[in-house]
């Protein structure tokens, strides 16, 4: 079946260092690729997505490129701040034979970032 | 323009109680899910629904229902609490199911 796998944390960084927390997936063909950040004491937002393969998805810094070949949808970022701090998502959704829209996450990075 | 809320935010309960759960949007969407969140899990799909009077089972159903009796509103049910339904659990919400999902802040349950 359709499963997300990311890297486990926590990170910790700090101020202004590169962010890379990596995201692998096995998929049947081509899912749409997403990731969530859920800040402290807060739902999930979208961060950014991508629907198909070479797509890069990108929002408030952060950027992700959908890799058919290597399966792969890594958020990076070139520079943290410490208002970055939260726990990341990436999630996959199945876009054919009827689906209904089920997000399938993976367990979730916690990032810290320290002044 | 509240978005998805939840009611209520934090909730204490003991084995064998029971339970409901809601959340309501105001955007209009059809489509409503309930996810449960774990340490180490991730999210899980509990139960959705495509539209008024409609509903799914999701990943994880077992030990809850769900009712969405009227289109802005999705109910999740415990009938008899298990310390294995403690949990952070969150409802969203999208318009169609190739859209963004929205989440609401959440709800705390813990039992004991």
């Known amino acids: 079946g359709n499963s997300v796998t990311q890297m486990e944390g926590p990170v910790t960084l700090s101020e202004e260092a590169f962010l890379t927390i990596n995201c692998t997936y096995t998929a049947t063909g081509y899912p749409s690729l997403f990731w969530y950040v859920q800040y402290p004491g807060e739902g999930l937002q979208l961060l950014l997505k991508?629907?198909?393969?070479?797509d890069k998805g990108s929002n408030k810094g952060f950027e992700a490129t959908y890799r058919k070949e290597t399966t792969s949808f890594h958020l990076e970022k070139g520079s943290v701040q410490v208002s970055d701090s939260a726990v990341y998502f990436c999630a996959l959704r199945w876009d054919y034979g009827g689906s209904q829209g089920n997000l399938i996450f993976g367990k979730g990075t916690k990032l810290s970032v320290k002044p | 323009n509240a978005g998805v809320t939840q009611t209520p935010k934090f909730r204490v309960l003991k084995t064998g109680q029971s339970m409901t759960l809601l959340c309501a949007q105001d955007m209009n969407h059809e489509y409503m899910y309930w996810y449960r969140q774990d340490p180490g899990m991730g999210l899980r799909l509990i139960h959705y629904?495509?539209?008024?009077?409609?509903?799914a089972k999701g990943e994880v159903p077992d030990g809850y229902n769900v009712s969405r009796l009227k289109k802005q509103n999705f109910l999740l049910g415990l009938e008899s609490a298990a310390p294995s339904q403690t949990s952070v659990y969150f409802c969203?919400?999208?318009?169609?199911?190739?859209?963004?999902?929205?989440f609401g802040p959440g709800t705390r349950l813990t039992v004991l």
């Open positions: 629904s495509v539209g008024e009077g409609t509903t």
């Open positions: 991508a629907t198909k393969a070479d």
């Open positions: 969203a919400s999208s318009p169609t199911a190739y859209n963004e999902q929205f």
